[in-house]
C-alpha cells in the first residue's frame, strides 16, 4: 500500500506565495499520474492541478497562470508552487496518485492527509 505526506501548508498574505510538496512511498513501483486537490469549509474536494504519467500538466482555470506543478518521477515526489495567492485559494490541500502499483497490490486513487493553506486578504 501506498502513503503520500504533504508538507509546506501554512498562513500566507493576498498576493504571497506558498510551495507545497508531496512524497510517496510504500514499496512503490510505478505511479501513473501525481496531482493536488483542495477543499474549503462546506464545499466538495476539488481538482487543482495533475502532472500526468507522460508527464503532460493540467491545471483548473481557477488556477491557471499562478500555479505551477512539478513532479520528479524518480523519486515519487510531487510539489505544488503558488503565487499571487487569493483568499479564496484558502483551503486544505490533498495530494493524490493515480494507479499506483505497491509491491503486492493496486491502488487506484492514493490520497495524503492533507494540508492547510491559508490566505489573508
Known amino acids: 500500500q501506498v502513503q503520500l505526506v504533504e508538507s509546506g501548508g501554512g498562513l500566507v498574505q493576498a498576493g504571497g506565495s506558498l510551495r507545497l510538496s508531496c512524497a510517496a512511498s510504500?514499496?512503490?513501483?510505478?505511479?501513473?499520474?501525481m496531482g493536488w486537490y483542495r477543499q474549503a469549509p462546506g464545499e466538495q474536494r476539488e481538482f487543482v492541478a495533475r502532472?500526468?504519467?507522460?508527464?503532460?500538466?493540467i491545471y483548473a482555470d481557477s488556477v491557471k497562470g499562478r500555479f505551477s506543478i512539478s513532479r520528479d518521477t524518480g523519486k515519487n515526489t510531487v510539489s505544488l508552487q503558488m503565487s499571487s495567492l487569493k483568499p479564496e485559494d484558502t483551503a486544505v490541500y490533498y495530494c493524490?496518485?493515480?494507479?499506483?502499483?505497491?509491491?503486492?497490490?493496486?491502488?487506484?486513487?492514493?490520497w495524503g492527509q492533507g494540508t492547510q493553506v491559508t490566505v489573508s486578504s
Open positions: 510504500g514499496s512503490i513501483i510505478s505511479i501513473d499520474a
Open positions: 493524490n496518485a493515480n494507479n499506483v502499483w505497491t509491491r503486492g497490490a493496486f491502488t487506484r486513487d492514493a
Open positions: 502532472s500526468t504519467g507522460g508527464g503532460t500538466t
